[in-house]
């Protein structure tokens, strides 16, 4: 198996953390891996740091490298909704994936975190170049969003439900 090239801007021990969560997160082959860390970069963040805003351009596909991260979206007349956690090996920006213009949440590290963000312009690049890699991030792409609405449904669900008797069986 061909290892990666560490990038000098990657903590020793990062790079590796990362191949691991391509590969049992998101079941991508060792070529997917290889063709997507070329074009990452490591970031930290402290607890309560910004990772985007709603409503920004979407410049970076990121994967959760370690700590937890929440999205918020805002509610007008109220305080932030809180609409997921995300931890290690979860994928956020999607938008960035899909070369959408606006990230449609705000995300706030909970902890210290580490993340492998991904420009937007790398990834829809090799998307378009390279069907391999197009394909599988697509693929987990469509797995995340599909997660994602289920995870809507189920909060939907909850919501209507509050403060309502249950049906007797």
């Known amino acids: 198996m061909k290892m990666l090239a560490l990038s000098s801007d990657w903590p020793a021990g990062r790079m590796e953390r990362a191949v691991e969560l391509l590969r049992e997160s998101a079941g991508f082959p060792e070529p ?66 899909l070369g959408k213009t606006g990230m449609t949440a705000a995300a706030v590290a909970l902890e210290e975190s580490e993340i492998a963000a991904f420009s937007a312009e790398s990834v829809v690049r090799l998307c378009e170049s390279d069907p391999q890699v197009g394909f599988h991030v697509m693929k987990h792409v469509a797995h995340t969003l599909a997660d994602r609405l289920l995870a809507t449904r189920l909060q939907l669900l909850d919501l209507f439900a509050f403060g309502q008797s249950r049906p007797k069986a």
């Not at 070329?38 to 351009?57: I, K």
């Not at 370690?66 to 090996?89: N, Q, T």
Request: proline share 5%; no cysteine; aromatic share 10%.
């Open 32 to 97: 997917v891996i290889g063709a997507l860390l070329a074009e990452a970069n490591w970031r930290s963040y402290r607890q309560g740091e910004v990772l985007f805003r709603a409503h920004t351009p979407s410049d970076h596909w990121m994967l959760v490298l370690s700590g937890s991260v929440v999205l918020e979206m805002p509610v007008p007349g109220r305080e932030k909704a809180r609409i997921l956690s995300l931890g290690a090996g979860d994928f956020l920006g999607w938008s960035a994936a």
